[in-house]
């Protein structure tokens, strides 16, 4: 058999880049097949250099919540470039982007534009700590925040003691000021506020988790840590990078009704160009350089090709009521795979939140990192592969979200429908 583009592509790869890959992810481990390499993608779909065609269910990580491509994105990038790429001081998108994401997200009166998710919730755990003068956080078990240095520490199951380095390369010292606790443990936070009394800068965590599978925050959950962090003057940080603008135009905390002291944002708002923001009140805020002493910087930040990039996908998503349109959608992928589920009580959970979703091979609830855990990995991957192989594309890891975009359309979710119950019909007579 002569080896596929893809395989070629990726032995060069894995000669010059680590692992293969610019992102871990991308490199398929454990799933008994090599990734594929994308020629191009347009709206619900990828082909790939073999000419394979896929229907995504990933879209760039969650950026591609109108598809890919849509004209309205491509044409303001175009504008925008013919006008110069990056400036390195004020251009009017970046104001008027400002403007829409407070006026959006409630408890955001001031915002500053960074280049990924990461560099946003780094920068509110800096801000967190310079505006309260302490230097502990907590944040959940399984809950990714990017790979902030302080925020790639995972404690030991129910642990409350302090947290070892998830990641070589973290010093313990710094791993030491991070507490991460049980998600949906009310009582775990807190026994830690009363065992950290005075020291705790922060609590960030996803609102909605949706980096160890999808699950939901008990009902109260976040109201308990607003209260708790009020009670204590720590700061509460909700990481919105996934969930804003994907789940409703104010994101989670619209949802929940909950107010944020920091929210950190990134993935739709950059409509798939590099960017992140973070903000909150003015007071917060307002310790930033250069009015304040917590120093933050960015060279390509607030980039014009970005801002136009994200200003002209927010627009489109509330001009089409595009939350409506993806929660309808939402709704029939779930009603298409759990009608197929019950046919033969084999299992599996389905979770889904609007245009979020994930399976787990599981029939155990799953509302943490543990009770995530359970989910078996050998059916998880012959389920990826399954589906893979006839054009339809899951995220490659049990730990991720499935996202949809306002481009699939019913009949792309009834083929996927089909695809995945045979996937699952044959697992359920495996297992
Ligand atoms: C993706 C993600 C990040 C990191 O964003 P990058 O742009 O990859 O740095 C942070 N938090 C959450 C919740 C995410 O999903």
Not at 402 to 428: Q, Y
């Given at each position: 058999m002569t080896k596929s583009r893809s395989s070629a592509l990726f032995s060069a790869a894995q000669t010059r880049i680590p692992g293969g890959v610019n992102s871990p992810v991308r490199a398929f481990r454990g799933l008994g097949r090599d990734?594929?390499?994308?020629?191009?993608?347009?709206?619900?779909?990828?082909?790939?250099?073999?000419?394979?065609?896929?229907?995504?269910?990933?879209?760039?990580?969650?950026?591609?919540?109108?598809?890919?491509a849509p004209?309205?994105?491509?044409?303001?990038?175009?504008?925008?470039?013919?006008?110069g790429i990056s400036f390195g001081i004020p251009n009017p998108l970046e104001v008027e982007m400002a403007e829409l994401i407070c006026a959006w997200v409630p408890s955001i009166e001031k915002v500053r534009m960074v280049n990924s998710g990461t560099e946003a919730t780094m920068s509110c755990i800096?801000?967190?700590?310079?505006?309260?003068?302490?230097?502990k956080v907590i944040k959940f078990e399984g809950c990714y925040h990017g790979h902030v240095d302080s925020l790639l520490v995972q404690a030991g199951s129910g642990s409350l003691t302090h947290g070892q380095p998830d990641s070589a390369g973290v010093p313990a010292e710094l791993a030491r000021l991070?507490?991460?606790?049980?998600?949906?443990?009310?009582?775990?936070?807190?026994t830690a506020f009363r065992e950290n009394s005075g020291q705790i800068a922060a609590v960030i965590l996803e609102p909605i988790p949706a980096n160890a599978g999808l699950y939901l925050p008990r009902a109260s959950f976040l109201q308990s840590l607003r209260d708790e962090c009020t009670a204590a003057g720590a700061l509460l940080i909700f990481d919105e990078v996934m969930t804003g603008f994907r789940l409703a135009r104010g994101g989670a905390q619209e949802i929940y009704g909950v107010a944020p002291d920091l929210t950190a944002l990134?993935?739709?708002?950059?409509?798939?160009?590099?960017?992140?923001?973070?903000?909150?009140?003015?007071?917060?805020?307002?310790?930033?350089?250069?009015?304040?002493?917590v120093y933050q910087a960015g060279t390509l930040s607030g980039n014009p090709l970005a801002m136009a990039a994200g200003l002209a996908q927010l627009?489109?998503?509330?001009?089409?009521?595009?939350?409506q349109l993806?929660?309808?959608?939402?709704?029939?992928?779930?009603?298409?795979?759990?009608?197929?589920?019950?046919?033969?009580?084999?299992?599996?959970?389905?979770?889904?939140?609007?245009?979020?979703?994930?399976?787990f091979f599981t029939d155990l609830p799953v509302f943490d990192l543990a009770s995530a855990k359970r989910s078996k990995p050998a059916l998880f991957a012959e389920y990826f592969r399954f589906c893979l192989e006839r054009g339809v594309y899951f995220a490659p890891s049990q730990?991720?979200?499935?996202?949809?975009?306002?481009?699939?359309?019913?009949?792309?979710?009834?083929?996927?429908?089909?695809?995945?119950?045979?996937?699952?019909?044959?697992?359920?007579?495996?297992a």
């Open positions: 990734p594929f390499f994308i020629e191009r993608a347009e709206g619900a779909r990828l082909w790939d250099v073999d000419g394979h065609e896929y229907i995504d269910y990933v879209g760039s990580w969650g950026p591609a919540i109108l598809g890919h004209p309205v994105v491509v044409a303001a990038v175009q504008k925008a470039a013919t006008r800096r801000l967190a700590r310079g505006f309260t003068r302490r230097d991070t507490i991460a606790l049980p998600f949906n443990d009310i009582d775990a936070v807190r990134g993935k739709v708002i950059g409509g798939g160009l590099p960017v992140g923001a973070f903000g909150g009140s003015a007071q917060i805020m307002n310790q930033l350089s250069p009015d304040g002493p627009r489109e998503l509330e001009r089409i009521d595009a939350w993806l929660d309808k959608l939402g709704a029939e992928l779930q009603e298409g795979i759990c009608g197929r589920m019950r046919c033969f009580e084999k299992p599996f959970t389905f979770h889904r939140l609007g245009s979020m979703f994930c399976l730990f991720e979200t499935g996202f949809l975009s306002a481009a699939h359309t019913s009949a792309d979710i009834e083929k996927t429908c089909a695809v995945a119950g045979d996937a699952l019909a044959r697992l359920g007579r495996a």
